[in-house]
């Protein structure tokens, strides 16, 4: 049964002793130094290379494939094709649209057609040019007001609904009553571009096969157990016959949680082959690939009293998702389920669609559906405190939600740092001197986010444990963790090691991690919706408290005194005062080692060492080790969709930002982001920090740097690391990780979620911070100087047409 | 061919168009420099080439030839040969500042920081960050990189490091938490 128990906030035995530090990450070295492996640093005997011919329709139907010259090609293994792997697949049970090559059709530029396995990729790239392929292009839909307006021929054949891949409506309370009673209400267009991940590794697979039946996939994914099940499905080869394992992983921020095409391919053509296969893509194809943040054009109403209190906010979204379903139904109730929060909303609607267009397919990117509604609506919030005159620090806590409580959709809240967050930034950025006081040209903005730390609801629904994990332990005195979980950079391992070591009492280096490999460790979901930590976290704790008490228990016996008074310090046991007051001999700071002299020796206390009670364990218990696994409580809203969104706890940021803008130019320069962040409790706040300015960072580009687009024939605008600008060293504003803890009371010593909701506010702050500064409000992203400038001259013509000087929030 | 990398000479068969990226990591098993983009944009397939940062998918392999290459997996080694104790100081500050997240990135890096401060031992924190410009990362911000360049040259200069903007404010953190 899976454990909901509450395990606490407390230290397990008495004080930290890891928790809480800065401490170095159980794989730093190896990456430092070039021994980390991933995917493609594997090379096996007599290994080939895949490559993938692609479609160079946006839309098209396949009339014929010819690859016989191809396989005719000295050095080529085995061409396959759609009709080699015609089983439908995708992330969620419901939408499986996607085939690993395509079948009849293709739907974007870039969408895997045909595969080549040679003994090289010279030899691949040779054989692609020689597959002939005969398409008969189709009507291309690359606007998603167009796919919703007309669906002849569809993207996909025989849906009832078109082009629509997914509509969400959902209402809470009377919004139209509350807006006609509003004093002020704001209404306008927001309009969020495209943008994709961009990790720096680009996606990566090795198949092999074994004589024995046994498929091994090596691949640079976030979520090994779902790729698993997708290649048991689309392979027809039984689960247990299927190994997946991820190697180190080079980023991924969203953009490997999905299957893709290359997992599928390796596999079949080591199948076919009887060869082991690699597949790397080039940037250009990961570019492809895609699965970036959906490009959303937002229409947002929002009421306020007088005093600026929110009394209903009505939201209609149409979502361009590209080619395939993806997440896509997810991200469609995301857009209006995860903004509720930390503002209470007396009344909400949100209407949002998500249409197929012929572009690469959209899907999770860092903050998943939710970073553009947040956009819209703190600018807009932003909006409604320049027109009450208030100031927009003051508007976001009139509006607070405040903790133990319920949003308006239903969504259970718990810890809520979010006042201090707002109390943090204003302070560290002197706001109450500078905002709205700056040279003109200068200006600072604020916005707030809050955002899910796990999701409830299994990406299949299943009553088994969400997390799990086992320990082994060994009477050498090392503890092997085994978890599931995908340590995608963000740390998953290391802070498993952290937990173990704090709840065993042990020295870090007694805990190694093995993880994400489905033949050694128990199922975890992967690494998506903020959920490592939370979950895995509980689940390790879960495991060391069955294991814990046999140790004791174990030494208790042996010295013959009670089990309170047998205490695990840095893997030195020792036993302390009878009745115990204080962890003996606990200097903070002090970096006892197993071997070292133990702190209580000279007062002549009993002692031993971690292995010797493993070891006295051992021989009382039998082979030591223990199972954890953790569930979310039942959470969500009593309707349809009401648990999408539901989280065992969420996370809550604000930002402030400065920005300059060069009038000229029309060039925007963030120069410093303040990032307050509740994360509950910063397990390692140096990694805390690591994941607040890596968050504030992508939504800093986001704002003014990074666009993924396709021109008129779907072809991508510039699918390149030159042309998709990503900040250098020099483009980076100052980040300032200001970290606001909260302790959440189910949270692993009361932490949380910190990879993806500081994101958020980066975007709506520099929107807000460009009107303190120059009096102009952006609302369509990105904000590039072309848009300034209109924004600017039609600023101007306003104000040389209006006798009178500019109403409440107009220019200074 | 023959290249001289990490103080060895390595006598390679390749083709003609392979990249000295594509030795080192395909020929030579050296897959510490890692491949990002293959063009030039990225930085990860960073080495030194007689002691200067060089994007190694842009240079041919034979162009190397009869050049001193030292590749992320010959810091170490050469660290502890002039008779330094663990990891080259570089490796460690990454390590002990965050700066290490997917880790990528951090071969490049690393090597475009080994090179500045070969070349320029106190170096000023805007020549830090011009130095590793040319070097992406996607996961840290950079911040944490920058820190732990700017850790050694304040070590060097016998001074202490700036605090981090967590340490120093510890604003958030309720009375009575360590
Ligand atoms: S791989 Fe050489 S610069 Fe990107
Ligand atoms: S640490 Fe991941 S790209 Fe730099």
Redo the contacts with the bound molecule.
């Keep these: 049964m899976a454990s909901r128990d509450i395990h606490g906030i407390d230290a397990p035995w008495g004080a930290f002793r890891h928790v809480g530090r800065d401490l170095r990450k159980v794989d730093g070295l190896a990456k430092a130094t070039g021994a980390a492996m991933y995917t493609d640093d594997i090379a096996l005997p007599g290994m080939l290379h895949a490559k993938t011919l692609r479609s160079p329709h946006a839309h098209a139907r396949i009339r014929s494939i010819d690859a016989a010259d191809a396989l005719r090609l000295a050095g080529v293994h085995a061409v396959i094709t759609g009709e080699h792997l015609p089983v439908t697949y995708g992330i969620l049970p419901w939408t499986q649209d996607e085939t690993a090559l395509a079948v009849g059709k293709v739907r974007f530029v870039g969408e895997p057609v045909a595969a080549v396995a040679a003994v090289d990729e010279d030899a691949a790239n040779a054989a692609l040019k020689l597959i002939r392929v005969e398409y008969e292009p189709l009507h291309a839909y690359l606007d998603p007001f167009e796919s919703l307006a007309r669906h002849d021929p569809p993207i996909h054949e025989g849906r009832k609904d078109g082009n629509v891949s997914k509509h969400v409506h959902l209402a809470f309370g009377d919004v139209d009553a509350a807006l006609a009673e509003a004093d002020v209400v704001i209404e306008d267009d927001y309009v969020f571009h495209g943008t994709t991940h961009a990790a720096i590794e680009p996606h990566c697979a090795v198949g092999h096969y074994g004589a024995d039946g046994v498929l091994t996939v090596w691949s640079s994914t976030q979520i090994t157990h779902y790729v698993h099940r997708a290649l048991a499905r689309v392979l027809d080869v039984p689960a247990h016959r299927i190994r997946v394992i991820q190697p180190c992983l080079g980023g991924a921020f969203g953009g490997k949680s999905d299957p893709f095409s290359l997992e599928f391919v390796v596999a079949k053509l080591a199948m076919t082959t009887g060869r082991p296969v690699k597949m790397l893509y080039t940037r250009e194809e990961v570019f492809y690939t895609h699965r970036g943040r959906h490009p959303m054009h937002m229409r947002y109403r929002t009421g306020a009293t007088r005093e600026g209190r929110l009394v209903g906010v009505d939201a209609t979204i149409v979502i361009d998702g590209g080619a395939y379903s993806s997440y896509g139904l997810v991200t469609t109730y995301y857009a209006g389920q995860l903004l509720t929060g930390p503002y209470a909303f007396a009344t909400y609607r949100f209407d949002s669609t998500r249409a197929f267009t012929n572009k690469p397919p959209c899907g999770p990117k860092r903050g998943h559906g939710s970073v553009q509604p947040r956009f819209a609506f703190e600018v807009q919030l932003d909006e409604l405190a320049s027109t009450l005159e208030i100031d927009p620090i003051e508007i976001r806590r009139r509006n607070l939600l405040g903790e133990h409580t319920t949003t308006v959709n239903g969504q259970r809240i718990t810890s809520n740092g979010f006042a201090r967050c707002l109390d943090v930034v204003e302070h560290a950025s002197n706001w109450k001197t500078r905002h709205g006081q700056l040279p003109f040209g200068r200006g600072m903005g604020v916005a707030g986010s809050m955002y899910i730390s796990g999701t409830n609801y299994p990406i299949y629904p299943n009553p088994m444990p969400q997390a799990a994990v086992q320990l082994k332990i060994d009477r050498s005195g090392l503890v092997t963790v085994f978890t599931g979980a995908n340590d995608i950079g963000q740390g998953s391992n290391s802070i498993a090691q952290y937990l173990v070591a704090e709840e065993l009492g042990l020295a870090l280096d007694q805990v190694r991690v093995v993880s994400a490999d489905t033949d050694l460790c128990p199922v975890d979901l992967g690494a998506y919706s903020s959920r490592e930590t939370f979950m895995v976290g509980n689940a390790l704790i879960d495991a060391c408290r069955k294991v814990r008490p046999l140790v004791v228990r174990a030494v208790a016996d042996h010295w013959q005194v009670d089990p309170s008074r047998v205490r695990f310090v840095d893997g030195v046991v020792v036993e302390l005062d009878d009745p115990p007051l204080q962890p003996a001999g606990v200097a903070v700071g002090g970096e006892a080692r197993p071997g070292a002299s133990p702190p209580d020796a000279a007062a002549g206390r009993r002692w031993m060492t971690a292995a010797e009670a493993f070891q006295l364990a051992e021989a009382r218990f039998d082979t030591l080790g223990a199972t954890g696994a953790y569930n979310t409580p039942t959470l969500g809203g009593d309707y349809r969709g009401g648990t999408i969104g539901a989280a065992p706890a969420y996370s809550f940021t604000a930002h402030v930002v400065e920005v300059s803008v060069d009038v000229e130019t029309g060039r925007i320069t963030c120069e410093k982001v303040w990032i307050a962040h509740d994360c509950g409790r910063a397990l390692n706040p140096m990694l805390v920090a690591g994941q607040m300015e890596g968050s504030a960072y992508m939504g800093v580009a986001e704002a003014l740097m990074e666009a993924h687009g396709v021109n008129r024939f779907g072809l991508h605008a510039g699918p390149s690391l030159l042309d998709y600008r990503i900040p250098t060293t020099v483009d980076t504003p100052e980040l300032a990780a200001l970290i606001v803890e909260s302790l959440d009371p189910e949270g692993p010593y009361g932490a949380k979620e910190a990879g993806e909701g500081p994101l958020h506010p980066a975007i709506p702050a520099i929107s807000n911070a460009v009107f303190d500064a120059v009096g102009i409000r952006l609302k369509h992203l990105p904000f590039t100087p072309g848009k300034v400038l209109a924004a600017l001259r039609a600023r101007k013509d306003a104000a040389a047409g209006t006798p009178a000087p500019a109403l409440a929030g107009g220019a200074r | 061919m023959h290249l001289k990398v990490n103080g060895d000479v390595h006598d390679v068969d390749a083709p003609d168009h392979w990249t000295l990226?594509e030795v080192l990591r395909y020929r030579l098993g050296l897959t510490g420099s890692k491949?990002?983009?293959?063009?030039?944009?990225?930085?990860?397939?960073t080495v030194l080439v007689d002691g200067e940062p060089m994007?190694?998918?842009?240079i041919l392999a034979r162009e190397a030839e009869g050049r001193e290459i030292v590749t992320i997996e010959g810091l170490w080694p050469l660290h502890l040969a002039r008779g330094g104790e663990g990891p080259d100081p570089v490796q460690d500050a990454f390590d002990r500042y965050g700066a290490l997240q997917c880790g990528f990135c951090q071969s490049g890096m690393i090597l475009s920081a080994r090179a500045l401060l070969d070349r320029t031992p106190s170096p000023t924190d805007e020549e830090i960050a011009r130095a590793l410009s040319g070097n992406l990362c996607r996961c840290t911000g950079y911040t944490q990189i920058l820190q732990a360049v700017q850790s050694i040259v304040a070590r060097a200069r016998g001074v202490e490091p700036p605090r981090r903007s967590w340490e120093a404010a510890n604003v958030g953190r309720q009375a009575g938490e360590r």
Excluded: E, F, P
């Design positions: 990226l491949q990002g983009c293959d063009k030039g944009d990225c930085g990860a397939c994007i190694s998918c842009l």
